[in-house]
């Protein structure tokens, strides 16, 4: 116990003394979550259209009126001709290109029926889809208004209609920012408890002064808990950090308790201080221990679902982000922060997280020799 | 020059022994396009949805089945009262709700109106208003059938065309963004370190003091990054065209030249790096900080840079994986040739003549 109280003092200095690592500790967290929600930014807006009326008839001014009168959509260009808007379109001035053909006001007269072409750049997909189907909304709405002034001669057929409406739960104003900030403090606390912890010991590995505290009478388990306890209580400093600015900036409180959340993250922080030590086991420079933490923090991350959802992702990234704690805590802050959910409803993922926790440090353990 | 081919070889040794870095080094560009290409779709499909049906007719249940068939929902619960609405959403089981209210056909035979409603979890709001746009879909789609071809006046129908990538996948926008985070990864921040550790160990205080030309001593330090680079984007090419099937549509020549040049200002961002930073961990930080994430968060092929606001989409100018991406998407997915990337060419040279400039520059004075 003695020597675990000398160790973790030990730490505690190397910690204070070194700036850059202070540096990194109080900076980065404020930087990303001060930036990323900014950059993080999903929500399609501001689609900006081309038009070509080749028609320039009453309806096709109408309906262009229509669609530039929504907030969604910002008229860049009005041409004549097909060719100059698809070159607005190759230098990413214009997202789409609506289309009228000529004589479109008057098949619609004369044949009951007229189309319009939208070509749209689809190499962002999201926003292809999205802006696609709001653009052929508007259309129908636009339909709808010349049906029922058009016709007024003849009675409109009464047909049943079935309305629907949509309601958008827990987040009613679609904040964006409400979905990304939860997830980029489990980033965060992820940086501290896997990559400080294995840059720190590797580096005394690299250094040389690893060799002196093996020869010492302190314990494997004295060692390992030594440097696993000052990264614990970092990540949680990162943590209420991270919650204290998300609340300050933009205004996110927790709809759940601070208790779960807290809860699910001590454990989550010994299953990536696990994986931390599992590297500097593996890794003899820093530089090694820097890619190798790198690499699979990426992996960990990308397939963790904080920007893409996992139900879309093949069979085996299921199975990988199953096993995986960082998509566990992504999912469970975005639970406990915006829908309020407890303990109880988060069981599973507490649960996955704990017995990845004992396998990680398992590893490590019994990977971690003390001769070289 | 027979000396300055001694010490690339040097190099080549240092990348060599290292086998751990060296397979990351080669690895990760592949594994980050596999990722990307496979895993991260903004697709939706197989969402979990709920029903909650009070009226339990004809046509709720034709609805229900209906939805069940669509490949973008999966049933997974049948919720018989609303208060279990609520715990549903609440332990994530499930993205949206249908409730359909009591006595659908009744209504709707008797008053000719009825309403459906859809609960989207908005936690995630892109996923939310999909879901709700497609079930939509499916209940329109449901009552055009029943409604039969009933004589409709005045349609307009819209005929739209997907350019470039008819598919809609993800790939066609992360492979350019995976090439300039590689290059970045391995150009500047393993420069810099090496050059960095070669000073921590004090070996550079060595190679100083000898009579070799130190600037060609910097230089073969910056060759075995450039040819891995170059196998790498070779690796990231072959492995998009034949695993992902994302087509190199506009001349490869141009597409490698481009690479080619965007390595060089990395490797000169890694060398004005090197030129500053004192310790290993120091310059971690600053390509970490300086470099790649900026190469991540505004380059524009993770985040749209045009909802960003102005300060950061000011700053975006600045960052040479921004035009790299441009070039890249134009020449590779978009097809087309040098008169649309020749401005954001010319910026990436420029930006690489002035680090070149400048670290050579900072190079200089520190070895008086």
Known sequence: MRALRILLEKEFRQIFRNPAILRIMFMVPTIQLLIMPLAADYEVKNVNICVVDYDRSPASSRLIHKITATDYFTLVDFTDSYDQALTRLEDDEADLVLQIAPGFEKNLVRENKATVFLAINAINGVKANMGGAYLRSVIGDFNQDIRMEWRTTSPPVQQPVVSITSANWFNPLMNYRFFMVPGILVILVTMVGAFLSALNIVKEKEVGTLEQINVTPIRKHQFILGKLIPFWILGLIVLTIGLTIARLVYGIVPTGSLMTIYVFAAVFLIAVLGMGLLVSTFANTQQQAMLLSFFLMMIFILLGGLFTSIDSMPTWAQVFAAINPVSHFIEVMRMVVLKGSNLYDIRHHFFSVLAFGAVSNGLAVWNYRKRS | ?368
């Not at chain 2, 075995?224 to 170059?230: A, D, Q, T």
């Open chain 2, 1 to 368: 020059m027979h000396q300055f081919l001694f010490f690339v070889r040097k190099e080549f040794y240092h990348l060599w022994r290292d086998r751990q870095t060296l397979l990351i080094l080669i690895g990760m560009p592949l594994m980050q396009i596999l990722i990307f290409g496979f895993a991260l779709t903004n697709e939706v499909k197989n969402s979990r949805i709920a029903i909650l049906d009070n009226s339990k007719d004809e046509m709720t249940q034709a609805i229900t089945q209906q939805l069940e068939a669509s490949r973008y929902f999966e049933i997974v619960e049948l919720i018989p009262s609303g208060e279990q609405l609520e715990a549903s959403f609440r332990s994530g089981k499930i993205k949206l709700a249908v409730v359909f209210p009591p006595k659908v056909q009744e209504d709707l035979a008797h008053t000719n109106t009825s309403a459906i409603q859809l609960i989207g979890d908005a936690t995630d709001p892109n996923t939310s208003n999909t879901l709700i746009n497609y079930a939509s879909a499916v209940i329109q789609d449901y009552q055009n059938g029943r409604r039969g071809e009933l004589d409709i006046p005045l349609v307009i129908q819209t005929e739209m065309r997907m350019l470039y990538n008819p598919q809609l996948k993800g790939s066609y926008n992360f492979v350019p963004g995976v090439m300039a985070m590689v290059l970045m990864l391995v150009c500047a921040m393993m420069t810099s370190i090496s050059i960095v550790k070669e000073k921590e160990l004090g070996t550079m205080e060595v190679i100083l003091v000898s009579p070799i030309i130190p600037l060609r001593v910097i230089l073969a330090k910056l060759v075995p990054y450039f040819l891995l680079s170059i196998v790498n984007i070779g690796s990231i090419l072959l492995l998009s065209v034949f695993v992902l099937d994302v087509p190199i549509q506009g001349s490869l020549v141009l597409l490698i030249l481009e690479c080619m040049l965007f390595t060089t200002t990395s490797l000169m961002l890694g060398l004005l790096i090197s030129s500053i930073a004192t310790s290993q961990q120091v310059a971690m930080l600053v390509s970490l900080m300086g470099l790649f994430l900026p190469t991540v968060l505004l380059s524009g092929f993770m985040f749209p840079i045009e909802n960003m606001p102005l300060p950061l989409r000011v700053i975006s100018n600045i960052v040479p994986a921004k035009w790299f991406y441009i070039i890249v998407k134009n020449v590779m997915i978009k097809g087309l040739g040098m008169e649309h990337v020749w401005k954001p060419t010319l910026i990436l040279a420029g930006m690489t003549l002035f680090f070149m400039a400048v670290s050579i520059k900072k190079f200089k004075t520190r070895l008086e």
